[in-house]
């Protein structure tokens, strides 16, 4: 699903770095026209790439999100899950954000709290076995300094955070 998704978007990368590089080479040569012209190029591969992504991004959260938004909790009642799964960290901000400011809605004006899951993973598709998964690092920070919420870690790769 996520490489099918992803595609497109991979597809403008690889145009978009041939333009800069053609460019970087004529701007060498001393071809300042031609380095300018392969230039607006690559931007323009690198905005189709963006799009792409967007795209790719909802298309992956949808799939992922569609059935699975409530799941029991034999204490509480409901948890709402929100699966990040295969979101860039800038991608999944945006979803979460958005998400949890719907719910902070919903549990002001019914009174009631909101426990609310957040899957991020452990990071065992991250790419590179050095590479240290960047979403959970990056969901628990904006948790903490942008909506100053506290986070359990029931398991690893999921957060439980109570909104009200």
Partial sequence: MY???REEARDHARVRNAYFEQ????????????????????????????AAHRKAGEAIYHQRNVGTTHIPNLIQGEDRLIDLHGLHVNEAIHVLKNELAGLRN????IGQRQQVLICVG?????KGSRTPA???????????EDEHLDYTEPQPGMLRVSIY
């Fill in 3 to 5: 490489s099918d998704l």
């Fill in 23 to 50: 460019a970087r080479q004529a701007y060498v040569s001393g071809n300042k026209a031609l380095a300018k012209e392969l230039s607006a190029k690559g931007q323009w591969h690198n905005g189709l790439m963006k």
């Fill in 106 to 109: 919903k549990a002001r004006s």
């Fill in 122 to 126: 452990t990071g065992h598709h991250t």
């Fill in 134 to 144: 960047r979403l959970p690092a990056a969901v628990e920070r904006y948790l903490l």
